[in-house]
Nanobody, 126 residues
Framework: QVQLKESGGGSVQAGDSLRLSCTAS??????????MAWFRQAEGKEREGVAS??????THYADSLKGRFTISKIAVNTLNLQMNNLQPDDTATYYC???????????????????WGQGTRVTVTD
């Protein structure tokens, strides 16, 4: 089964930037059909989709995050999330996910993914 590992989280001040990375391993020759995505979960809240990238490179973003967050697949098994002008409301654990056959709005739905990383914590203070 695919293994995903996130890195790059930390504690920053409002207005700062962070870049998260997700590295995939133990994937099979069907990996080229997988979409990858970032989700986040704040304390006491449901996990929500942040951004996704389809196998052909098409990207999708949560409407509220467009313009501040940028998702990019920089290698066949590496996914980045550039987060700019971070705000306290961005404080959450950020998770990487991957699965096959997910396109459009489906690629931002938590329930559609079966492969998850352990998460990386992002804390933003005023």
């Amino acid at each position: 089964q695919v293994q995903l590992k996130e890195s790059g989280g930390g504690s920053v001040q409002a207005g700062d930037s962070l870049r998260l990375s997700c590295t995939a391993s133990k994937y099979t020759n069907t990996w080229s059909t997988y979409s990858m995505a970032w989700f986040r979960q704040a304390e006491g809240k449901e996990r929500e989709g942040v951004a996704s990238v389809e196998p052909d490179g098409t990207t999708h973003y949560a409407d509220s995050l467009k313009g501040r967050f940028t998702i990019s697949k920089i290698a066949v098994n590496t996914l980045n999330l550039q987060m700019n002008n971070l705000q306290p409301d961005d404080t959450a654990t950020y998770y990487c996910a991957a699965d096959w056959g997910l396109y459009g709005t489906l690629s931002l739905q938590t329930s559609r993914y079966n492969n998850w990383g352990q998460g990386t914590r992002v804390t933003v203070t005023d």
